[in-house]
């Protein structure tokens, strides 16, 4: 869940009335958005810094941190949210959002040349016109787009966004991909023009920007984006140029967007221009521009608003609530949806910042929430089953209960290990048979366990303190790779019990072995003596067999494997599969 | 032996008026220990001796004070090392075995003097003959152990020099009690099947029994904190009449994880940070998918359907193929949903709840692992509403001893409305978010084939947050892993979830 700070002040100043906590908090609630934390810069500050003093410049003013819906970018922003807030209370009308006429003949065009689809294929444009700054405004333009580049944008791989001056370039545009000793400017911030490859390297230090180098940094060609005179605006998704920024002066503001997926880039243009296009001479009003694609045209921004018809007898059996027609239009109105209702319908109108409502219900949620989800009536489903257990999860429930009265302790252990723990540490053979994670973040989890003997043997050399003997079991699930399989591996059910002692005590899991065949009312088994079984010291090993296969085994633990298991007593295990006994 | 040492007490104590339980055992050369046992034995067979107890604060010679007395002091030895006329070079003299202190030691003492004139630093007598007080001393407090002869001064002096500590001793005053007897009577400390045959317990005496001390720690096993509140978790979904499902599949395909439950493919969820991918086995081989309801997922996806629009994304198979440890066992549930639309005979209602392991590849702390148990529990029947996913989960909560319960809105790519829980907690004085909770998307549904007016009804909880609450823990590698302290599963109370 996005999570964005606000200043509390600002906050109600914007919305016009002033709350405790508490009761912003409650709001948030109802809304479905969350307060999450009430702090200050200075005190966040000090919390990154590990409590030591903040810096005397911190502001202390209170900052109101609100978690969103992931899918809701239209209230990554103040603006967005207040909006939201004050159309939920009834305070203000939901604005409807336009496109101008442009001031030229023809719009603003902006050229994807092909070259690019090697790289970053989709660009779209957008112009916002007589744009008022102040420091406020400036700063919440800019967190947006970083909200939106992290969120929708995945860290701007699929979406980046480049805003600039439209005064200081010279339309049209063209969006092109050139090899980056090609592309040369002054990058934001930056003293001097240098090469996109000079560039590259300048960011490799750069704590914020060296995330993204990787996004193009192998493609042989880099994206670009240049106005009529070949005057660099941006490179995307790293940086925009230093000549077309914007600064509090700025008026006329043209939003670039460069996508490897077109429908986010449009979303993410729809919300951008929603959210600030407020602050135009001509409030919610666009400048659309023309971009051409493989010789298509396609005017943006879309700020497409849909028609959807949804039935009230359906909103109300999903909700659980007996509304009108008229009193359905009322709750979507206050969700900042357009509602008109008729005799047994609702036609809904669906404004460009709603770009998450995909589907009727996910208007019937909004009639839910403006109703209030608290004061729907709680009913008991009138569905009436009867209920079974999984046959192997009550057997190993029953066997659980038996193997602690015959004095065994149960651990639970992780069913991820490492490629050692599975292997080498065991004497087994690597047979490439295991399960095999391929992006483990710690060497703790590379490997989906082949058996619960690592986890067992870790348990008893963490319990060094204990008095012996300790008497372990576990029954879970350990994963084999199998051919045939749905996806190739399959768990496997399986019993794993140990003693360890002063004495290797062979009778004692020989004794379990047997209660646990009595358990189960199996007398057909037998041992099999097996010299070859890896774990185990030869000669104290066998292969239990029963119903007419191999269904474990047991022994004394070898000592190289009480050695790579840091312990210093002889261990008797027992280990063996469940389901090819029930 | 006792029996002799008791015999020996008594007859001293009927001999004179009381005994020091101390100088008793010095007297007779045995173990104070087994005098004070002995006393306490006696007078638990009712007032046959009285005792007090008297502390007693005793100067002791330390192991070095030993070396003292039989080699002299330091500053004793040093001053011998230093020649009647004429001088030795303080360094000569530090350098033997513990000269630095006995040089110190002699001049604080003024028996010796530095004579600097030459450069180097000569050490010369002052004084004639000397006498080595502290091995004296010492050799008094060895020997007598008597207190008050000798200035606290000197005694604090050696005491900082670590060559006397002092101790504290235990002892008692015993004297006569008011059943003196030099013949005690011992009771009877068991009932024996002899007794009960005879009769002779009619006229034994029974020592009383110590309430106080601890029984016998019983034998047997233990069963796991967290498996056994999983059990409690069965038996409510059982009680509810729900049916468990078949989890027992750690790996799984994107397809069934994510895509069945139009979960999108560019979904953060998705991401090499989120989810543990598989390098082997790498891919779920087509053929195992059903392959209409593959082609369906796949244009609801990208084109939409169902009165969807879509995510309006291309969807590509290759990512549903992707093998992953399983994020959530609503994967499981979307098979089960699947199977329901597609049994013999169509769809009928059902109520399923699972309770097992997920993973995710996640930045581990004090209560997040790689690996949690997910309780998942839900309802697919014709018409339910968000009304009765809430009263279900009242009525859920409610077994686990949770009364109040409040929803609020929330997101979750496959179900809409989507409804976190929480809980008022009386400890915290606050709400917690205690599940999650919604209704399944009809994108999810209809491409299964099941009827339009079926809805389901679904919530998630992980087993490892109510059980951490319930037992006070927490971190939760104190609960789950190979490095749990095996005394809390041992010490574990059974776990009934609604008290």
């Given amino acids: 869940m996005p999570t964005i700070n606000v200043k509390r002040d600002e906050l109600f100043r914007r919305l016009g009335t002033t709350y405790t906590d508490a009761e912003f908090d409650e709001l948030c609630f109802e809304f479905g958005i969350e307060l999450d934390e009430v702090t200050s810069e200075a005190e966040q500050i000090a919390k990154e810094h590990g409590g030591r003093a903040a810096d005397?410049?911190?502001?202390?003013?209170?900052?109101?941190?609100?978690?969103?819906?992931?899918?809701?970018?239209?209230?990554?922003?103040?603006?967005?949210?207040?909006?939201?807030?004050?159309?939920?209370?009834?305070?203000?009308?939901?604005?409807?959002?336009?496109?101008?006429?442009?001031?030229?003949?023809?719009?603003?065009?902006?050229?994807?040349?092909?070259?690019?689809?090697?790289?970053?294929?989709?660009?779209?444009?957008?112009?916002?016109?007589?744009?008022?700054?102040?420091?406020?405004?400036?700063?919440?333009?800019?967190?947006?787009?970083?909200?939106?580049?992290?969120?929708?944008?995945?860290?701007?791989?699929?979406?980046?966004?480049?805003?600039?001056?439209?005064?200081?370039?010279?339309?049209?545009?063209?969006?092109?991909?050139?090899?980056?000793?090609?592309?040369?400017?002054?990058?934001?911030?930056?003293?001097?023009?240098?090469?996109?490859?000079?560039?590259?390297?300048?960011?490799?230090?750069?704590?914020?920007?060296?995330?993204?180098?990787?996004?193009?940094?192998?493609?042989?060609?880099?994206?670009?984006?240049?106005?009529?005179d070949d005057v660099l605006l941006s490179m995307p998704p790293i940086i925009n140029s230093h000549h077309s920024r914007i600064s509090l002066a700025t008026r006329n503001i043209f939003i670039d967007?460069?996508?490897?997926?077109?429908?986010?880039?449009?979303?993410?243009?729809?919300?951008?221009v929603t959210m600030f296009s407020c602050y135009c001479e001509e409030p919610f009003s666009v400048e659309p521009v023309r971009v051409v694609r493989n010789g298509e045209e396609r005017i943006y921004p879309l700020l497409t608003t849909r028609t959807e018809s949804i039935s009230v007898e359906k909103v109300n059996k999903v909700v659980g609530i007996s509304e009108t027609p008229e009193g359905v239009a009322r709750l979507l109105e206050r969700m900042g949806l357009g509602a008109v209702a008729t005799s047994a319908t609702v036609s809904v109108t669906i404004p460009p910042t709603r770009a998450d409502i995909i589907h009727p219900c996910d208007i019937y949620e909004d009639v839910a929430i403006s109703y209030g989800f608290n004061r729907i009536h709680r009913t008991i489903p009138p569905t009436n089953k009867v209920a079974r257990q999984l046959p192997l999860n009550k057997l190993t429930d029953l066997l659980r209960m038996d193997l602690a009265a015959a004095g065994f302790t149960e651990t639970l252990t992780f069913a991820l290990c490492s490629r050692d723990d599975a292997g080498r540490r065991l004497r087994r053979p690597d047979r490439g048979d295991t399960a095999t994670i391929a992006n483990p973040k710690t060497a703790e989890f590379q490997v989906v366990r082949p058996s619960l003997l690592p986890g067992i043997l870790k348990t008893v050399a963490a319990s060094r303190k204990m008095p012996l003997p300790l008497k372990?079991?576990?029954?879970?699930?350990?994963?084999?790779?199998?051919?045939?399989?749905?996806?190739?591996?399959?768990?496997?059910?399986?019993?794993?019990?140990?003693?360890?002692?002063?004495?290797?005590?062979?009778?004692?899991?020989?004794?379990?072995?047997?209660?646990?065949m009595q358990l189960i009312g199996v007398s057909d088994y037998r041992l099999e003596g097996s010299d070859s079984l890896p774990p185990y010291f030869q000669g104290r090993s066998a292969l239990i067999r029963a119903r007419g296969r191999v269904v474990g085994t047991l022994g004394v633990l070898h000592p190289e494997v009480i050695h790579n298991f840091e312990l210093i007593n002889p261990c008797s295990v027992v280990e063996l599969e469940l389901e090819p006994l029930m | 032996m006792s029996g002799s040492l008791e015999e020996l007490i008594l007859n001293s104590l009927s001999e004179g008026l009381e005994l020091n339980t101390s100088d008793f055992a010095n007297k007779e050369g045995v173990d104070h220990q087994l005098v004070v046992g002995t006393v306490k034995s006696l007078q638990s067979l009712g007032d046959i001796v009285k005792s007090e107890q008297i502390n007693r604060r005793q100067w002791v010679v330390t192991g070095e004070g030993s070396d003292i007395i039989t080699g002299g002091s330091h500053e004793f030895n040093i001053f011998n090392k230093v020649p009647e006329t004429g001088g030795i070079p303080q360094k000569q003299l530090e350098s033997l075995p513990n000269g630095k202190i006995g040089l110190s030691k002699a001049l604080a003492n003024k028996w010796l003097r530095v004579d600097k004139s030459s450069g180097d630093a000569v050490i010369h007598r002052k004084t004639g003959e000397v006498t080595d007080d502290v091995k004296v001393i010492l050799e008094q407090l060895q020997s007598t152990s008597i207190d008050g002869v000798i200035d606290d001064k000197k005694l604090n002096d050696l005491k900082r020099r670590k060559l006397i500590k002092q101790i504290e001793t235990k002892s008692y005053s015993v004297s006569k009690g008011s059943e003196f007897t030099l013949n005690p009577v011992r009771p009877e400390t068991d009932l024996s099947p002899e007794m009960i045959a005879s009769g002779a317990w009619k006229n034994l005496r029974f020592k009383p029994y110590n309430f106080d001390a601890l029984g016998l720690p019983v034998s047997g096993g233990h069963l796991h904190p967290l498996l056994k509140v999983r059990t409690q978790f069965r038996q409510i979904f059982l009680e509810m009449g729900f049916s468990e499902m078949p989890t027992n599949a750690f790996v799984d395909s994107s397809f069934w994880n994510f895509d069945a439950l139009f979960q999108p493919q560019l979904h953060p969820a998705r991401d090499q940070h989120d989810t543990f991918f598989l390098a082997d086995p790498a891919t779920t081989p087509v053929d195992s998918l059903p392959p209409a309801y593959l082609a369906r997922v796949a244009s609801v996806h990208s084109e939409g359907g169902y009165g969807s629009l879509g995510y309006q994304s291309p969807w590509r198979l290759d990512e549903a193929r992707k093998n992953i440890l399983r994020t959530h066992t609503t994967g499981t549930s979307a098979r089960m949903l699947y199977n329901l639309a597609n049994q013999p005979g169509g769809f009928t209602p059902a109520k399923y709840f699972s309770i097992d392991r997920v993973f995710r590849n996640e930045t581990l702390d004090a209560t997040h692992l790689a690996e949690f148990h997910q309780i998942e529990g839900l309802v697919a029947d014709y018409n339910l509403t968000l009304g009765d996913l809430m009263g279900l989960l009242q009525e859920f909560f409610k077994k686990l001893g949770i009364e109040q319960l409040r929803f609020k809105p929330a997101y979750n790519p496959y179900t809409e409305p989507s409804m976190e829980v929480f809980s008022y907690h009386n400890g915290l004085g606050k709400w917690v978010e205690v599940g999650n909770s919604g209704v399944f998307r009809p994108e999810m549904l209809l491409p299964m084939g099941l009827p339009e007016d079926v809805s389901v009804i679904a919530w998630g909880l992980s087993l490892e947050r109510p059980t951490m609450i319930k037992y006070g823990i927490n971190n939760i590698r104190d609960l789950v892993g190979h490095k749990v302290d095996l005394q809390m599963i041992y010490n574990n109370p059974i776990c009934r979830l609604d008290c």
């Fill in chain 1, 257 to 272: 967007i460069t996508a490897t997926d077109l429908r986010k880039a449009e979303v993410a243009l729809d919300t951008l």
């Fill in chain 1, 472 to 516: 372990l079991f576990e029954i879970s699930d350990v994963v084999v790779r199998e051919h045939g399989s749905e996806t190739g591996a399959r768990n496997c059910r399986s019993l794993c019990a140990a003693y360890y002692n002063v004495t290797s005590g062979f009778e004692v899991i020989h004794g379990v072995l047997d209660r646990f």
């Fill in chain 1, 56 to 228: 005397q410049s911190a502001s202390t003013s209170v900052v109101y941190k609100i978690e969103v819906p992931a899918n809701r970018y239209d209230l990554l922003c103040v603006e967005g949210i207040v909006q939201a807030i004050l159309v939920f209370l009834g305070k203000q009308p939901m604005p409807t959002y336009r496109l101008s006429t442009p001031a030229a003949p023809v719009p603003v065009t902006f050229t994807v040349a092909p070259e690019t689809s090697s790289v970053r294929p989709f660009a779209v444009g957008a112009i916002l016109r007589g744009v008022t700054l102040n420091p406020e405004r400036y700063a919440s333009f800019i967190d947006l787009q970083e909200k939106l580049h992290q969120n929708i944008g995945r860290r701007r791989t699929l979406v980046a966004i480049g805003t600039h001056d439209l005064d200081s370039v010279r339309p049209p545009f063209r969006y092109v991909a050139r090899p980056p000793d090609d592309i040369r400017f002054r990058a934001l911030n930056q003293p001097e023009a240098l090469t996109a490859t000079q560039l590259m390297r300048v960011y490799a230090t750069d704590n914020h920007l060296k995330h993204y180098l990787p996004i193009i940094l192998d493609s042989p060609v880099y994206p670009a984006i240049y106005d009529t």
